[in-house]
């Protein structure tokens, strides 16, 4: 197979990328390292140099279409996104730019270029809105009600995905992720909370909880996500699918887990809470089971203790490398 992977530089997109190359597929990465990393692909590139092309392009540019029925993609993973709920409040003319009408220019290369499917990184963590504890975890067929432009811009790519799919028959299926945590992620980019705690409970400085640290989220480990990602390009076609562990962990429960898992006292700093997050969050992946196939296997102190590992290892890299 060959596939394109928008995003593909990022922390989720070069897992992906990772295991396609691994599989044995020819991968193309688009990505305009505005947030994504070369370093992220360096084994991959260095291990399969001849079935992995990067190129660096924004998914906005007229160029892309053009590429994509070039290279001919059999499947493109859309990830590419600006992903900060918190940039989108403040920007939101540049949020919907980039995930909507990145999109459409996505939709347009792959009907272009004959591409068989469109696998999409939806966002389980603001495509419902604030659903009540009673509705937790939340399915699919809750409604969706965004309340960020964050989560609009991502419910408006999900429409187009149904538009061009009823129009130009380009297949799809939107995975609705929830809270992704894993190696590689950035602790200084609009990353999630596991790598800002990861980092300062191994610099052995004390973690901020905004608020009480009772609001939960759906945390899942991004080979499980990955894992859904493969198996969507040949299933659940059509679909919307929640990609998470269905479980609540409370943001002090987290810091806690981390903290024990890393073998170190835990320091904890409260700050005000931030307008707009939401104050619980699950997902529940029992429709992605049934038509992928998929479940999370990953439990919590598995995950950030790979998490943990890593920042060790590059920790190790620097110290070596420094004079």
Not at 94 to 111: I, K, Q, S, W, Y
């Amino acid at each position: 197979m060959r596939a394109m992977v928008t995003g593909g530089a990022g922390f989720i997109g070069s897992t992906l990328v990772d295991r396609l190359l691994a599989e044995g597929h020819v991968v193309d990465v688009v990505d305009d390292l505005s947030t994504g990393s070369l370093a992220n692909l360096a084994d991959a590139r260095a291990a399969h140099g001849h079935d992995l092309r990067v190129h660096q392009l924004d998914v906005r540019a007229e160029a892309l279409v053009d590429l994509m029925v070039q290279r001919q993609p059999d499947v493109v993973y859309h990830l590419a996104a600006q992903a900060d709920v918190r940039v989108s409040v403040a920007r939101p003319a540049f949020d919907a730019d980039v995930n909507v009408l990145g999109t459409v220019r996505v939709l347009e290369g792959a009907r272009a270029a004959g591409a068989s499917r469109v696998v999409f990184a939806a966002s389980g963590g603001t495509l419902y809105g604030e659903p009540r504890g009673t509705d937790l975890p939340v399915r699919e067929s809750f409604p969706h009600r965004p309340l960020s432009p964050y989560g609009v811009s991502k419910k408006a790519a999900i429409d187009y995905l149904v538009c061009y799919r009823e129009l130009h028959a380009v297949e799809f299926c939107a995975l609705a992720l929830a809270n992704v945590y894993g190696p590689r992620q950035d602790p200084h980019g609009e990353a999630g909370v596991v790598a800002i705690f990861a980092q300062r409970i191994t610099e052995g400085r004390p973690v901020t909880v905004y608020g009480d640290g009772h609001q939960t989220r759906d945390f899942v480990y991004v080979d499980d996500v990955v894992d859904a990602f493969v198996r969507a390009s040949t299933r659940g076609g059509g679909l919307v699918l929640n990609v998470g562990t269905g479980q609540e962990v409370s943001v002090a429960t987290l810091a806690r887990t981390m903290a024990d898992v890393a073998g170190q006292p835990l320091a904890m700093e409260h700050a005000p809470s931030r307008p707009g997050e939401l104050r619980r969050n699950a997902l529940d992946a029992s429709r992605a089971q049934i038509h992928l196939g998929w479940r999370a296997w990953t439990d919590l102190a598995s995950g950030v203790g790979a998490v943990l590992e890593h920042l060790q290892g590059r920790s190790v890299q620097r110290d070596r490398s420094s004079p």
